[in-house]
């Protein structure tokens, strides 16, 4: 789990390194976080195993490792009214990546 945190937060860091702090910025991080994603599944299964109640004797994984990567989120765009701090939006843990409903919409 550790691994798989390092490199998501890595990768966080240098997308919000190229993003600029507006709504295209915002835009560009989540196309960098389904890219990333999309060429490494692994974080996000770790995720779902956890989400299925694997390990559930260990009751801080959230803790030590989606809340610092949503503070990193926060404190990028923290000066903006881009993200509302009173919704539970937390986009930037892999858990709604991998527990949402994907809708496959035909274009024809």
């Known amino acids: 789990m550790e691994y798989a945190d390092n490199i998501v937060t890595e990768a966080t860091r240098e997308a919000l390194a190229r993003v600029t702090r507006d709504r295209e910025g915002l835009h560009q991080l989540l196309d960098y976080y389904l890219d990333f994603y999309f060429e490494r599944p692994e974080p996000l299964r770790l ?3 956890r989400s299925l ?4 004797d260990f009751t801080d994984i959230e803790e030590r490792y989606s809340s610092p990567l ?3 989120i ?3 765009f923290k000066d903006t009214d881009l993200l509302d701090q009173t919704d ?4 930037t843990t892999s858990e709604p990546f ?3 409903p994907v809708e496959v ?3 024809a």
């Open 88 to 91: 539970e939006y937390r986009m």
């Open 105 to 107: 919409v035909d274009p």
């Open 74 to 76: 926060e404190e990028a």
């Open 98 to 100: 991998s527990l949402a």
């Open 47 to 49: 995720w779902l195993h």
């Open 70 to 72: 949503n503070e990193i």
């Open 53 to 56: 109640s694997d390990a559930a």
